[in-house]
């Protein structure tokens, strides 16, 4: 039976703070499907969100939900949705592309010209239930560790970063290893990469950075990355660059050991326009740049899924901390201190 | 009969300046192959040169006889030297590749670590006879106008940009109308662009970018570039960026109406660090970005011929001036005007 | 007004033939389009369904309507169909992709398994009007020529063999030239192909070839072929083989004439099995062939639009022959006879 | 210091058969590199040679000495040869590409027109000594078990068929598990394929496939393979098809469990031409298919190196015996029987 009202952690108004409340169960539409959330993580966006900071300022209308990495059961379903069934064990896509712009109609709806993310424009997943269109629900397969459900969000940026290039037999360097950085070490690894350099100041990070995989972990305060880099690379520079930071001087620095001809992928958001050395970064190079967004629909999903039923890659380590989801403001706070990865906050009903 | 000095425009010193002189015939060796210049044309980077500016400084030793661009006549070939008669009609790629980094063994030889370029790191065609190793000599076809010959170098890097990825059927932003990006306008029209825009504040560039092709040239001080492009591709964007300038305003506009999931191809060397959104202008956007330096080697000389032999492309209009060897002053005043687009400099004996 | 009956041309039964007849106009449903056809062109697979061969036993289930190359005017729209309006000149993409299958969610709906096309599997377009669901609508650009309407499935079956891999600056053999092999030859050329070999033994149709851009038209029967390509191209043979045949002859013939590493896109369906050399055509040359079915939903139709938008193609020559719906035995008639390329017929009420 | 004769095992005649000789060192050339050899693996196309059937009358010049998979150490080096010094331990590429041909000049070396391969073409390494062209010489680092040493050529072609197209997350077939595909399976497990099928009538190498990774081996007497796969991949048959027996039943029943979009490598060589329904198996399905011949020139050899180099990949259970080099009647017995995998020759001296 589903109830009327809820528990939610909502974004109640323009200022910092997020505050749990009783709030209506979300009615559902003829395509949707109603899911009850067992597990919801938290993205360094969120945090963005609760400490309402100038990007949130700009983009987020509340009062909202926020939360968009999340598993949980089915509820209910709209009366046109197939293929899915109440009961079944369930994450889902949030990026919710419009389907009708260009780039929705060949194929990359990941860069969906109206795409509105379910957490960010519209209510998520902190809470008891959760809408979400049909067309957007992943099933998840039962050989695949539960605790990794509400992780493809995730997962899957990760996944789309090392894929968006070759990888196999190719060294990797990761600037940046918050959780999206952390699992792109194990999939670059998984994939057949040589050799994997993670570059990140968190001595916490560095250690995640090595039992995810990495082949070593280096320190860009201390340790003197671009030359170690290179040493390592018969001189070379790596053939591929995986920027999970968004910070300059990490931009910076990856470029500066891409080798000539590499591939660079970026996911890491900088929060204000960067500058860059593009003649030595990019062109003499002959380097090719991949900005990256989301998840391709469906084929990253797909490639998530088998690289984890495959049994070749572990999330756990990521996984530091899980809470009730009414101790958000602890969570907050393990994440600005740089103790945590990533959180799972648990819905208990 | 190979006489034994020769008239040569020589940059003597480290200073502004370059001069005509009479030098030593260069002396081949048994790869090699000594060219008899018959026209040689001006590029960006001898002017650079001549004014000897920061780039120069580093980059430039002298004494050394500059030119990068030509067409002549075998003169003599050495004695291990086959496929290639005295007397056939020749160009050359001047990027010496070292054939044994790691770029070279795996086909990127035109992003070799140790590249030596003739005309800049040794001495080039700005001469009666010109010395190049064999791997790298072009012989031309006759059915190309004679004209043409010595274009090969900048109409590659055009091509090399353009069919850098997708283009048949595509929108296009040309930014900066130099030669190179009027050559690009013509190659992406003649391989089924459907909309090319050239975007620049020379009109005299622009008039010639519309005689090449382009199917609108706009001046980004008057015309309101971004806001035109846009409403032009149904406010999508252009599918592709061919980045031509170098100019941090121009690729910042560039970028600026580049669609979701375009490709943006920048051969245009900025003179400093450029600061760039790459959070709005790549990677929200999901764009791919290509480094372009030089030409495929020899993959983009096939294509320039190909291209040119079916009769598709004329260079003419870009070929705004003739003048002897001898006149390489006036050259860099008409080029430093921006009167003058392609200047071809002909070697009289 | 829309009427409650309607002129079809029916396959009324498992058996040689068609028959005008009187049929209820089609109900749509929320999400369908209703459109008023005014010109629908005859494929070889339609002259397989009037003579009932083993193919169409095997896959056509009567009573049924016929036709899948149209054009026509929006009639009707469902209570859920946005962006379309009674009025609008479309075509229609006939292949319903199930929406649901493996290559459904990752992007490739061309090949989706559980396809239907309509006027295969489903009532098409040989009639006054047709239900189209709204996803498969495609508007027309007033700037094409309204004759072309019709054409842009089999015109985006070129465009989808052509751009399968690199054409631009590239050779190319085309085995085969009935209206789809015709409409690759003009689309090679205008994406920037060097050479077209057309290859076809029916006179009428080399002398299309000629008229839509092949810059040699050769008989298999007579000709030397594969010497002929191969001195043309000195002795490398072509990059590129667009087999639009499916006869076993013309196959290994293509494939002798492509080059060490070329590209083979086949489209043409042969009605057996078929032997081929496969170490020598395929293996030890390392060619990459690709099978083309359909059209790329709907990268293939934006690429077809820009293309004819552009004004670099006209169609017109393959347009032979005109007559009015009911004469369609005629038309079944000089399809046989090999005097027909392209017919239109035309629906008047 | 070298000596003037050496043993070899020569094909003395146009007939079957090679014995044991006393010949002369090979001299070497100012760019070759002579090799002692230690180790020289026997491949099937010495078997073909042994045999003296219709493939090796067609293209085999005895007198000459056999062998192309090895491994040695530097004995000499001509007075050009730069980078490789005496004592050096390495392999090589015995494709001798001429280096002039369109395919070699567009970095396409490995399908060179003109290609001379050592120990098919001319004297190879069931010697003493083979002299190699110093382009050709791959130096084996110490990290890499020195027994894989001769097997980079046949891991190199397994690498070549893996990483021809994506492989990632991918579900994937092997027909034929002679020592390429048993490589094969282990280059996709360690580049992320998901789930591979190894389709294979020999039971031992069933074996084998099942430790090289496999997830299935499958006999296709008596399994019912199809069937198997599909209801084993959702009913979409794999994503990847890996050929490596050249058996026509093989190759069609692998294109029978390929999914629609997929893509099939083909390596295995038919020694006759093939039935295949086109239509069915490729064409409608829209696949790629890549013909693979030799190793990418020298991408694949850095991709070969780095794999095993990372130590995800244990060529050691394929290597089922080890004879002193005269006792190749052994080893072609073994060989004929299906007892061996790859047999290592080794040279004493």
């Given at each position: 039976m589903i109830p009327k009202t809820m528990h939610a952690l909502v974004k109640p108004a323009a200022a910092p703070g997020m505050e749990m409340r009783e709030v209506p169960v979300p009615e559902i539409g003829p395509t949707d499907?109603?899911?009850?959330?067992?597990?919801?993580?938290?993205?360094?966006?969120?945090?963005?969100?609760?400490?309402?900071?100038?990007?949130a300022q700009a983009r987020i209308k509340p009062p909202y939900i926020p939360g968009h990495e999340f598993c949980g059961t089915v509820a209910a379903i709209g009366e046109r949705v197939q293929g899915i069934s109440v009961g079944d064990f369930v994450s889902a896509e949030m990026h919710v592309a419009c389907g009708h712009c260009l780039q929705c109609r060949i194929g990359q709806q990941h860069v969906c010209q109206f795409v509105k993310i379910l957490g960010v424009d519209a209510d998520g997943a902190f809470a008891d239930y959760?809408?979400?269109p049909a067309s957007n629900i992943w099933k998840l397969s039962p050989t695949i560790p539960r605790d990794f459900g509400s992780l493809f969000d995730p997962f899957g940026n990760a996944v789309h970063t090392v894929l968006s290039g070759e990888i196999a037999g190719r060294s990797v360097a990761v600037t940046g290893c918050g959780p999206i950085g952390l699992?792109?070490?194990?999939v670059a690894k998984a994939c057949g990469a040589a050799k994997?350099?993670?570059i990140e100041p968190n001595r916490n990070r560095r250690e995640l950075a090595l039992r995810m995989g990495a082949d070593e972990a280096l320190d860009p305060a201390t340790d003197?990355?671009?030359?170690?880099?290179l040493a390592a690379t018969s001189h070379n520079g790596v053939d591929v660059l995986l920027e999970m930071s968004g910070h300059p001087a990490a931009i910076?620095?990856?470029?500066?050991?891409?080798?000539?001809?590499?591939r660079a992928s970026l996911l890491g958001i900088p929060s204000r326009p960067v500058e860059l050395d593009l003649a030595n970064a990019l062109i003499f190079k002959g380097a090719t740049v991949h900005g990256i967004n989301g998840r391709k629909m469906y084929e990253t999903w797909f490639e998530a899924e088998a690289l984890l039923r495959s049994g070749k890659i572990d999330l756990a380590p990521v996984i530091t901390h899980r809470l009730p989801l009414a101790q958000f403001?602890?969570?907050?706070?393990?994440?600005?201190?740089?103790?945590?990865?990533?959180?799972?906050?648990t819905v208990k009903r």
């Open positions: 499907v109603l899911v009850a959330v067992e597990t919801a993580s938290v993205c360094g966006t969120d945090l963005h969100i609760f400490h309402w900071d100038e990007w959760v809408k979400i699992f792109s070490i194990a994997v350099f993670a003197n990355v671009a030359e170690h880099v910076r620095q990856g470029f500066s050991v891409l080798r000539m001809g590499g403001d602890e969570a907050m706070k393990l994440l600005e201190n740089g103790e945590a990865s990533k959180i799972l906050l």
